[in-house]
C-alpha cells in the first residue's frame, strides 16, 4: 500500500512539473507574438483562452478560468511542442559544438606536444653521440685530438688529388667545405679548434635546425664523384676502397661495410643510394639502420 501511494505520488509530481514547463514555454511564444487585436467583452459567457501563466500548469483566461493541456487547442499542443524542439535543438547543437572545440583543442595540445617532445629528443640517445664520435675521429685527419680547419682542407685535397674532378667541379667542392666549416663551426682561425664535446653539441644543434638540418651532407656529391673515376654514375666495391683510402680507413673496413650497405646485393652504389646513406647516418637514430656503417665501424662506447 505504502509503495502504491509513493508511485502515485511520484506520478502526479512529474506531471506538474510537465505541466509547468509547457506552461512556461506558452508564456515565452505569447511574449514574442505581437499583442493581439482588441475583441468586444464577451458576454455570451463563452471562455477565451489569454495570456496568463498559473500556478501548477494551468492556462488563465482573464485570471478566472484555467484550461489543462488535454484541453487545450490541438494548433496550440503543436506549436509548443515545435518551439521546445527548436530550442532544445539548438541547445544540443551548442553543447556539441562546445564539446568538439574543446576535443580539438586537446588533440591540438597532445600533437603540440608529441612533435616537441620528438624534436627535444632527437640527437640525444647514446647510439647517435657514438656515430658522431666516429665521424670527429675520421675528420680528425692529423690525428691531434681536434678538428681544425686544416684538417678539412686536407680531407678535401686527397679527394681533389685523385684527379677525377673538373677544375670547375673541385672549386665547386672546396667552396662547400669552406661554407659548411663557418656554417657549422664558425670563423676560420687556427685557434678555431673542436673538440669530440663540441662536436656533437654543434652537431645536435644542426640536427634542430629544421633549415641547417636540410644542408647536412652537401659535400656528399663531391666524393662521390671524385672517387666516381670511370664516370658511370655508380661504385663498386673497388671505388669504395678508393673511398675509404681518402678517409684513412682500411679496405677491410670498406668491404666490410660495402657488405652491409649494398642491400639489394648488385655489387653498385648508385650516387641517390650514397647520398642518402651518408645524410641518413646524421639524422637517424635507428640502430638498425644500415647507414651506420657508411663510415666504417664504429668507435666503442666510453
Known amino acids: 500500500m505504502a509503495f502504491s501511494i509513493m508511485s502515485r505520488n511520484i506520478l502526479r509530481t512529474s506531471r506538474e512539473i510537465l505541466e509547468r514547463n509547457m506552461a512556461a514555454t506558452v508564456g515565452a511564444l505569447q511574449m514574442n507574438a505581437s499583442p493581439p487585436p482588441a ?51 539548438a541547445k544540443l547543437r551548442r553543447e556539441e559544438e562546445s564539446d568538439s572545440d574543446c ?13 616537441a617532445s620528438k624534436r627535444s629528443e632527437r640527437g640525444d640517445s647514446a647510439f647517435w653521440r657514438r656515430k658522431m664520435r666516429t665521424l ?44 659548411t666549416w663557418e656554417e657549422q663551426f664558425g670563423e676560420i682561425t687556427p685557434y678555431n679548434l673542436v673538440t669530440a664535446e663540441q662536436f656533437l653539441t654543434d ?41 675509404f683510402r681518402c678517409l684513412g680507413l682500411t679496405e677491410d673496413d670498406a668491404a666490410v661495410s660495402f657488405a652491409v650497405i649494398d642491400k639489394n646485393g648488385d655489387g653498385q652504389l648508385s650516387l641517390k643510394e650514397f647520398v642518402h646513406l651518408g645524410r641518413q647516418f646524421f639524422l637517424t637514430e635507428d640502430d638498425t639502420k644500415i647507414s651506420k656503417m657508411f663510415w666504417g665501424p664504429l668507435v666503442h662506447d666510453h
Not at 477565451?48 to 487545450?72: E, F, K, P, R
Open 39 to 89: 475583441t468586444p467583452p464577451n458576454h455570451s459567457g463563452d471562455c477565451h483562452v489569454s495570456a496568463s501563466v498559473c500556478v501548477g500548469g494551468h492556462i488563465c483566461s482573464n485570471g478566472t478560468h484555467t484550461l489543462l493541456w488535454h484541453q487545450m487547442p490541438t494548433s496550440m499542443v503543436l506549436a509548443v511542442r515545435q518551439y521546445s524542439k527548436k530550442a532544445g535543438a
Open 103 to 115: 576535443d580539438s583543442d586537446d588533440e591540438f595540445e597532445k600533437r603540440r606536444q608529441k612533435m
Open 136 to 179: 670527429h675521429r675520421i675528420l680528425d685527419v692529423n690525428h691531434d685530438g681536434v678538428v681544425s680547419y686544416d684538417d678539412f682542407s686536407l680531407l678535401a685535397k686527397r679527394f681533389n688529388d685523385l684527379g677525377h674532378l673538373t677544375p670547375e667541379v673541385a672549386a665547386e667542392f672546396n667552396d662547400v667545405i669552406k661554407h
Open 203 to 243: 652537431l645536435h644543434h644542426r640536427l634542430n635546425d629544421k633549415k641547417m638540418a636540410k644542408r647536412i651532407g652537401r659535400f656528399l656529391p663531391y666524393l662521390f664523384k671524385a672517387v666516381d673515376f670511370d664516370h658511370t654514375g655508380h661504385l663498386d666495391l673497388e671505388q669504395y676502397k678508393l673511398f
